[in-house]
């Protein structure tokens, strides 16, 4: 039990363009979902905390406006990059809370996202 | 500030030569901690959560324990399989995100 997917696994896409990922727990409900970032060789680093039915909250110097987080089921959270930038190409990774939970977070695979 | 420090950085075993990766942490209030292992270019999998001090848990030949400021995580016999980053993370009294070391990048060489 507690299988996370995210999908795609690797998007390339073209500078100024949006990408949409997508996080859903799969044998689990999850009302708290979470969005990292990790850079080569280095550790996670949370961006935003995303709650069903309500806005995400943002880490210190995520824009809000650049990484759209919307979590409308308890199964789903998706993040789109919008306008999309060299740098922020990165390995991008979501974690799920199963509701009612102690707290332990289940990752999905990761998103490769390459950004030309 | 909850903080989580993970050591050494890096470490380089023989097959069958056991050992030990360090987690201290403060934290305002434990509500959990949890060791996860990450191979490159995948999510991190989970492998155990501890609650409170004196606890242990086991699985296959990774063993974990918990005080009241750092945990364990002990490797016994390992194999090349088990080289991975092995990451600690901690959660404070409510629903709070996680706070991650930065990791121990184990290496076992057949």
């Known amino acids: 039990g507690a299988v996370v997917s995210q999908h795609p696994s690797w998007v390339i896409c073209k500078s100024g363009t949006s990408v949409k990922i997508e996080c859903r727990s799969l044998d689990f409900q999850a009302t708290t979902m979470f969005w990292y970032r990790q850079f080569p060789k280095q550790s996670l680093m949370l961006m935003a905390t995303s709650n069903e039915g309500s806005k995400a909250t943002y880490e210190q110097g995520v824009e809000k406006d650049k990484f759209l987080i919307n979590h409308a089921s308890l199964t789903l959270s998706t993040l789109t990059v919008t306008s999309a930038h060299p740098e922020d190409s990165s390995f991008y990774i979501c974690?799920?809370?199963?509701?009612?939970?102690?707290?332990?977070?289940?990752f999905g695979p990761g998103t490769r996202l390459l950004v030309l | 500030e909850d903080q989580v420090t993970q050591s050494p950085e890096a470490l380089r075993l023989q097959e069958g030569e056991s050992s030990s990766l360090n987690c201290s942490y403060t934290?305002?209030?434990?509500?959990?901690l949890f060791w996860y292992r990450q191979d490159p270019g995948k999510g991190p999998e989970f492998l155990f959560t501890l609650y409170s001090a004196g606890e242990e848990k086991e699985k296959e030949r990774l063993k974990a324990t918990l005080t009241k400021k750092e945990s364990f995580l002990h490797i016994t016999a390992p194999k090349p399989e088990d080289s991975a980053t092995y990451l600690c993370?901690?959660?404070?009294?409510?629903?709070?995100?996680?706070?991650f070391g930065k990791g121990t990048r184990l290496s076992v060489i057949a």
């Open positions: 934290v305002s209030g434990l509500r959990g």
């Open positions: 993370a901690v959660q404070a009294a409510g629903n709070t995100p996680l706070v």
């Open positions: 974690s799920a809370q199963r509701t009612g939970g102690l707290g332990t977070q289940y």
